[in-house]
């Protein structure tokens, strides 16, 4: 059974830090590309951060950009998003998830996904 379990929310005040866990299992983490995505009330959902975890390249929207770092862990199945400096505009509903094959941040590679996790509610007050 494949799992995604996000992690790590929370209520944190503008300027503040969190970090989102993602475990994952039930498929080659090894061999994946897994990525944050959110969700704000009555918007898009937007790509945030990737990592493939092949070679452990990371790629992020430029939103969050020299504040957001994605990392993993290949013996933990992990992959974790430290968010800093955060802003009201980063509240979301944020998501991990994992491809197979083809992967990218940009609303069209959304349906590349082959597995989401539930989701973790980051609320940033200003």
């Known amino acids: 059974e494949v799992q995604l379990q996000a992690s790590g929310g929370g209520l944190v005040q503008a300027g503040g830090s969190l970090r989102l866990s993602c475990v994952a299992s039930g498929f080659p983490f090894d061999d994946s590309a897994i990525a944050w995505f959110r969700q704000a009330p009555g918007k898009e959902r937007e790509g945030v951060a990737l990592i493939t975890t092949s070679d452990g390249v990371a790629l992020y929207s430029d939103s969050v950009i020299g504040r957001f770092t994605i990392s993993m862990d290949l013996a933990k199945n992990m992959v974790w998003l430290q968010m800093n400096s955060l802003k009201p505009e980063d509240t979301a509903v944020y998501y991990c998830?994992?491809?197979?094959?083809?992967?990218?941040?940009?609303?069209?590679?959304?349906?590349?996904?082959?597995?989401w996790g539930q989701g973790t509610q980051v609320t940033v007050s200003s």
């Open positions: 998830a994992a491809s197979l094959g083809l992967y990218g941040l940009e609303s069209g590679a959304i349906g590349e996904y082959d597995y």
